[in-house]
């Protein structure tokens, strides 16, 4: 049973809609072109009539004259001059004379020289004869008139027949007749040509609603072909969910709109399918992170528990356990600050500052354990560098990059620090010669948890927890910069900075949609 619910979607869906559009373009072209030739048709038969009018016309002025006749009392009488025993003439005459008539002008029917009646025919009779003062108006038009008049008419006999006639002056001539213009009008019926435009009038009328029919179909139909590759598509993206994020909606190759949709909505999943991937990441390098502390912890509690018997060596398992702890709680603090950035929660609290300052006073700080590891620490400034930045999330950012310096700069090695004011941007420099970071790593380094590998894996107190940079990257991004580094394996690394000059940044972090790598 169809449902109502089914009924709505079907007259709803594209597929009845388009079909219905091609019905309704079919109709009114079919109608139009329909019309178009009714009215063709309609205005040829009507030349036709006229056209076999006019050589009748011509006929009756050959064959019939307008006289004074001495038989008849020298009246004037209209006279058919023929052979009647040529057939061809005599049709021809007695058609003209079917529905002829013949007034003076003054409307009065003549009387015909055979009959001695009016020459009105009795069909012309049924037609109605013209009214004097129309016969008068019309003779007066045509004597005066310079340009032709219309001679043509519509009559309707009394059985509802059309007739067309065709009325024109003639001179009356001969056997001493006084030369006067006589009204003439002949005429003939085109039921046949009536009766044939109403043939294709109902041709059509049944041929409309067939062809509607048909369009609808035929609109249904393609526009069902036409709409398949969309179902198709339709059904492979519902398949597609959060576990199979591997699958790709086939291409058809026809490179139309469809395919440039596919195409899309193909790259669109590509990308969500990189952020699941890099949230799996995260939480499997969250629990690995996590879990390695607090395995240490229990191995020093057990130790404690178990094998320890001096309060040294009670002590020192508590000291591990301590250490360990210390781990767990920066790894912990750490994340919880990157899940606040991530979610927008921490608001940038901007400043118009000295840049220089801040960059001297850290370079400062960082002098004295610069010298514990044998490292040259140097910094180049201008004399002034303003900036409207977050003081603290700036700090956290060259604490950053000058530690990761010198953690990775051997002894007798040099960092510098360089800060340059540039018309669209500040440019802020931290490089040393140290180690390097090899080029398959570069693209990696500011995703969380990332260390270069070869560096130590067990991670100890010295060594960082990968998050580092993913915070730097982070407060760049926050305050509409841009990070880039430049490494050399053995030779050491260069990260440049660049923050807008004026510092404008959105002041809130909304960095949701990027969950590894900022
Ligand atoms: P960490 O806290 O381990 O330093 P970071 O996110 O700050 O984590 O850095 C990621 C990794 O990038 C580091 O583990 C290190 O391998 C590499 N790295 C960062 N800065 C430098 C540098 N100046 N020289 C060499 N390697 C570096």
Same mark, same amino acid.
């Given at each position: ?18 079909? *219905? ?10 109608? @139009? ?29 050959? /064959? ?45 029917? &003549? ?12 069909? /012309? ?35 509802? =027949? ?10 009356? =001539? ?24 109403? $043939? ?18 035929? @609109? ?11 179902? $198709? ?8 969910? @959060? ?16 395919? /440039? ?10 990308? %969500? =399918? ?19 502390? &607090? ?26 356990? %301590?250490?360990? *702890? ?17 979610? @927008?929660? &921490? ?110 894996? $067990? ?7 990968? %998050? ?6 982070? &407060? ?43």
């Amino acid at each position: 049973m169809i449902r109502k619910r089914d009924f709505r979607r079907l007259f709803r869906g594209l597929r009845f809609r388009l079909a *219905i559009s091609y019905a309704v373009l079919f109709t009114v072209l079919l109608t @139009g072109v329909a019309l178009a030739f009714r009215a063709r048709l309609a205005s040829a038969l009507d030349n036709q009539i006229q056209e076999e009018l006019n050589a009748d016309w011509a006929a009756m002025k050959g /064959y019939m004259r307008i006289e004074q006749i001495p038989d008849f009392g020298n009246r004037i009488c209209s006279a058919w001059y023929y052979d009647e025993n040529d057939p061809d003439e005599t049709t021809i005459v007695l058609d003209i004379r079917k529905i002829y008539m013949v007034a003076d002008q003054f409307g009065n029917p &003549i009387p015909d020289s055979v009959t001695h009646e009016p020459s009105v025919s009795t069909a /012309y009779d049924d037609i109605g004869v013209d009214k004097p003062a129309d016969i008068r108006k019309k003779v007066l038009e045509a004597i005066a008139s310079t340009k032709p008049r219309n001679p043509f008419g519509d009559r309707k006999t009394s059985k509802g =027949e059309p007739v067309k006639i065709r009325s024109g002056i003639v001179y009356s =001539e001969g056997h001493g007749a006084p030369r006067a213009p006589y009204y003439v009008a002949i005429g003939a019926s085109y039921a046949d040509n009536v009766k044939t435009l109403h $043939a294709y009038t109902w041709i059509f009328a049944g041929v409309i609603p067939g062809a509607l029919l048909l369009g609808s179909l035929l @609109g249904y139909y393609m526009a069902g072909r036409a709409l398949t590759p969309v179902l $198709a598509v339709t059904q492979a993206a519902q398949r597609i969910s @959060g576990t199979n994020l591997s699958m790709r909606i086939p291409t058809r190759d026809a490179g139309d709109e469809l395919d /440039y949709l596919i195409l899309t909505f193909n790259r669109m999943i590509e990308r %969500l =399918e990189a952020s699941f991937q890099q949230m799996r990441q995260f939480s499997a390098d969250v629990s690995h992170e996590l879990r390695t502390p &607090i395995t240490a912890i229990r191995g020093q509690l057990e130790v404690a528990l178990f094998t320890a018997e001096t309060t040294d060596q009670y002590r020192e398992a508590m000291f591990n356990a %301590l250490t360990d *702890i210390d781990r767990l709680s920066q790894i912990v603090r750490a994340l919880l600050l990157l899940s606040q950035a991530e979610s @927008g929660q &921490i608001v940038l609290q901007k400043s118009r500052l000295n840049l220089c300052e801040v960059v001297d006073d850290l370079v400062e700080q960082f002098q004295i354990p610069a010298e514990a590891a044998g490292v040259r620490l140097t910094a180049q400034l201008p004399p002034e560098c303003s900036a409207e930045v977050d003081r603290v999330q700036i700090e956290r950012m060259i604490t950053n990059l000058l530690s990761n310096a010198l953690k990775f700069t051997p002894e007798g090695g040099a960092v510098k620090m360089s800060l340059q004011v540039l018309p669209q941007f500040v440019e802020l420099v931290v490089e040393d010669n140290g180690r390097g970071i090899a080029t398959e790593h570069l693209p990696h380094i500011f995703d969380r948890f990332y260390r270069v590998p070869g560096q130590g894996t $067990a991670p100890t107190p010295e060594q960082g927890l990968g %998050l580092g940079l993913s915070f730097v990257a982070w &407060i760049v991004k926050a305050h509409n910069g841009k990070i880039e580094v430049e490494s050399t394996p053995g030779k050491g690394t260069r990260f440049i900075i660049r923050l807008p000059n004026e510092g404008v940044g959105s002041d809130t972090m909304e960095l949701a949609s990027q969950p590894a790598n900022f």
